[in-house]
């Protein structure tokens, strides 16, 4: 064909033809295509976290499957393009997923309590910022018979400025004494008469003013007499920081021969 007649063959709507894609190729490019996404998202974007514990409860049960945002809080250090992109800074009251400071291969999920160069001290049920006591509803709970990765709630103390739930056992008051940081596994018995191992006890905030680093953060769970957080093992580097659970899409009570808990599925984590 001259160039002449490959022209006219343009115009005229003529011009050769793709022999159309076959339904396998196209199969394959569709799954080509879904599975670098899932790489993507699951590298840079999204990730699975499965909670065995119950320092979260009623928040989170234990057994719940999380989906986590990897990219909410951007990462540590920033991005190039802040004010650019969909991310934001850490607050109180956001729910995290990071590596345990103790244990990196372990990942904790715990509510951020103190920011950044702020003091904390926890007395008794309350906990305090920079001395100003912060809204909490306080709730009486126990471990559900039926299934032990939930709570049973036996009371409620509203605070109609707290945006968040904290649980505690019927009679706790988790009340501690000032100390020292020279106290050891050594020291003498309590006035209780208990023999007092300070390095398995919180001391973090608890009975005493703490000071937040720069670039950390005081992590608690909301079952507060049951979550080994930061007042046991300090402050949680922010470079340890994964993301924030957006919600539930499997939960399993394990306590239970594993029934599968279909309620849980699509709740929201906040």
């Known amino acids: 064909m001259s160039e002449k007649d490959s ?12 022999p159309p ?14 599975l670098i996404m899932a790489i993507f998202g ?15 409860q009623n928040t989170i049960n234990s057994g719940d499957f999380l989906l986590v945002n990897k990219y909410v809080f951007g990462f540590a250090g920033g991005l190039p393009m802040n004010g650019f992109t969909p991310h ?19 990942n904790f999920v715990k509510r951020v309590i103190g920011l950044p160069g702020e003091t904390i001290e926890i007395r008794g049920q309350r ?22 990765g939930h709570l049973t709630i036996l009371s409620e103390k509203k605070n109609d400025q707290a945006t968040w739930k904290a649980y505690h056992r019927p009679g706790s008051d988790y009340e501690f004494d000032s100390r020292t940081d020279e106290i050891s596994t050594e020291s003498p018995n309590g006035s209780d008469g208990r023999f007092r191992d300070y390095k398995s006890e919180p001391h973090y905030g608890v009975g005493r003013p703490f000071k937040i ?8 769970g909301d079952n507060r007499d049951n979550s080994l957080d ?8 922010r470079n340890y920081i994964i993301g924030r659970p957006m919600f539930v899409y499997a939960s399993v009570n394990q306590e239970g021969g594993s029934a599968f808990r279909w309620n849980r599925i699509g709740t929201m984590v906040k």
């Open 7 to 18: 022209k006219n063959a343009e115009t005229d709507g003529t011009a050769p033809q793709h």
């Open 21 to 34: 894609r076959s339904p396998v190729r196209e199969m394959a490019e569709l799954i080509l295509t879904t």
């Open 42 to 56: 699951i590298t840079f974007i999204l990730r699975s976290v499965n909670v065995p514990t119950g320092s979260m």
């Open 88 to 106: 934001r800074e850490i607050r109180r009251g956001d729910i995290i997923v990071f590596k345990y400071p103790q244990d990196e291969v372990q």
């Open 127 to 148: 906990v305090y910022i920079n001395g100003k006591e912060i809204p909490e509803t306080h709730v009486i709970a126990e471990p559900d018979p039926q299934d032990n």
């Open 213 to 220: 680093p720069e670039n950390c953060y005081f992590a608690m």
């Open 230 to 237: 930061s007042r046991f093992w300090g402050p949680v580097p």
